[in-house]
């Protein structure tokens, strides 16, 4: 989940954002890892191991053990560790901190909410960087990552983090798939992706503390970003160059809405006398 953090908040577990298993049986391949069965254009599997998806796993079960390592050592509230590390704070990214866009989706907000999006994101990124590729996988999660943090930024007053807008951008990836191998889809996935993203979404409007617009900027980003770069070495089209336009004016037209509404909220620069 993208949690909005909150002083007064209890901890709350988040629901699992997903789950299935992709069983050696429902995709055949051959030697070439060229898909052997059903209609439809062919497509190539990455079958190296998911590193990237560990590294990312790494990465923020790391900044989770710093973080709180940090706040043990110096007594810093949660709160204060957030704000230090990188979360999402409106006032500050319209005041030029943009990097917390980035640096947000790697901070988590208490042990639960790092173990439900680990697990979210140790069953679904796996699946998306075979079809993706290792490259296009890193560059969808981050992107997706961003989207969802840009979303948060422009339409929630309240300061966020959590890597759940990267893990909407990798379900958002697989409704790409099913567009490309509608047979596949079906068959490895049937309909459980759609319960599970709606379900979420529900999740996050009916529960308080949950940044559901992290959820929703992530999944458009991953969706987005997906029929950008297309699946695992997919001949490139024309019709990505629209969707890369589209992709960088919704981040300056985000960037700007952001600026307008928070703007006038920060006090000016001082200039030299």
Do not use: C
Not at 153 to 158: A, D, G, T
Not at 193 to 209: K, S, T
């Amino acid at each position: 989940m993208y949690h909005r953090w909150d002083d007064n908040q209890d901890d709350r577990p988040d629901v699992i954002e997903g789950e299935y298993e992709v069983l050696d049986g429902d995709y055949k391949a051959n030697d070439s890892g060229r898909g052997a069965y059903g209609n439809g254009p062919q497509f190539m599997l990455d079958k190296r191991p998911p590193y990237v998806t560990y590294t990312i796993l790494g990465i923020n079960i790391a900044m989770w053990l710093i973080m709180t390592i940090t706040g043990l050592v110096t007594g810093m509230s949660q709160s204060e560790q957030l704000l230090l590390f990188g979360a999402k704070v409106d006032l500050l990214i319209a005041a030029g901190q943009y990097w917390r866009l980035f640096t947000a989706m790697f901070l988590h907000i208490g042990l639960a909410h790092l173990f439900f999006n680990s697990y979210a994101l140790y069953i679904y990124g796996p699946v998306v960087e075979s079809l993706f590729g290792k490259a296009k996988f890193l560059i969808l999660y981050i992107i997706s990552g961003l989207m969802g943090s840009l979303f948060s930024y422009m339409f929630s007053l309240y300061p966020a983090a959590g890597a759940s807008g990267a893990i909407f951008g990798l379900m958002g990836a697989l409704l790409y798939f099913k567009k490309v191998r509608p047979d596949i889809y079906k068959r490895v996935f049937g309909p459980t992706l759609f319960v599970i993203i709606a379900v979420n979404l529900i999740y996050g409007i009916i529960q308080p503390g949950i940044d559901n617009w992290g959820h929703i900027g992530g999944l458009i980003g991953g969706v987005l970003t997906a029929n950008a770069i297309g699946l695992y070495k997919e001949r490139f089209k024309k019709k990505q160059v629209i969707m890369w336009i589209i992709i960088i004016a919704i981040f300056i037209i985000g960037l700007r809405y952001g600026s307008l509404k928070y703007g006038r909220f920060i006090p000016p620069k001082k200039g030299f006398i």
